[in-house]
């Protein structure tokens, strides 16, 4: 079956540092992967997506990297801010599925 | 657009009781789901739907029931609540193609004492 894990459960950074989230997965058949951010108290929130054609894709401050070879994808926060602590998930999406499955999620915390 | 809306926001059960957790979604999205967050983990799929009139399980359905009458609305029924019930309840929706990022609720932050 599809698992999706993520290599580190807490991360600290520096402000202006940039960050670096993994996220591994098993199933070789995912071809869709989001990540999502849930700040303390609220539901996860959608960053960024990347379709398994691809292998990088930037959004603002943002990266994705997908390595389909090793099934691993990660994203890249460029110079963190306080604002960007929270919990990190990726989900995966294996084709002919619509339903996504999620990651344990990696703590990020940022240090002024 | 208020996205999706899940009521109540908290709540505290006494083991045995029932409840139903409310979620509303107005952005006309096929695909609704429901998902436990315990503490330190990821998400868990309880039930899914892709349209009205149609539901099925995910990876931890037992202790809970959906249904799913209209569009809009995706309420999940906890009979017979059980401590191993206490969790934080995130419901979903997704585009009607199903492939694109979900959208959350704020949660409902369920204790079962």
Redesign the interface.
């Known amino acids: 079956g599809e698992s999706v894990g993520l290599h580190l459960p807490t991360l600290s950074v520096q402000e202006g540092d940039n960050s670096i989230i993994n996220c591994a997965y098993s199933n070789s058949a995912s071809d869709y992967f989001i990540w999502y951010k849930q700040e303390s108290g609220k539901g996860p929130q959608f960053i960024i997506d990347i379709r398994s054609n691809m292998d990088k894709r930037q959004g603002q401050r943002v990266t994705v990297l997908l390595n389909k070879t090793v099934k691993h994808l990660s994203l890249q926060i460029a110079a963190t801010q306080p604002g960007d602590s929270a919990v990190y998930f990726c989900a995966s999406r294996a084709g002919g599925s619509y339903i996504p499955t999620f990651g344990r999620g990696t703590s990020l915390i940022v240090h002024p | 657009n208020a996205g ?1 809306t899940q009521t109540p926001k908290f709540r505290i059960l006494k083991i045995g009781q029932s409840m139903t957790l409310q979620c509303a979604q107005d952005m006309n999205h096929n ?1 609704m ?1 429901w ?1 436990r967050q315990d503490p ?6 309880i039930y ?1 739907s ?1 349209g009205a009139g149609i539901t099925d399980k ?1 990876e931890v359905p037992n202790g809970y029931n959906v249904s799913r009458s209209t569009t809009e609305d995706f309420p999940l029924r906890l009979e017979l609540a059980a401590p191993s019930q206490t969790s934080v309840y ?1 419901c ?1 929706s ?1 585009y009607p ?11 409902t932050r369920l204790t079962v004492v």
């Open positions: 999706v695909y789901y998902y330190g983990m990821g998400l868990k799929l899914y892709v995910g995130f979903a997704s193609a199903g492939g694109a990022e979900a959208f959350f609720g704020q949660g």
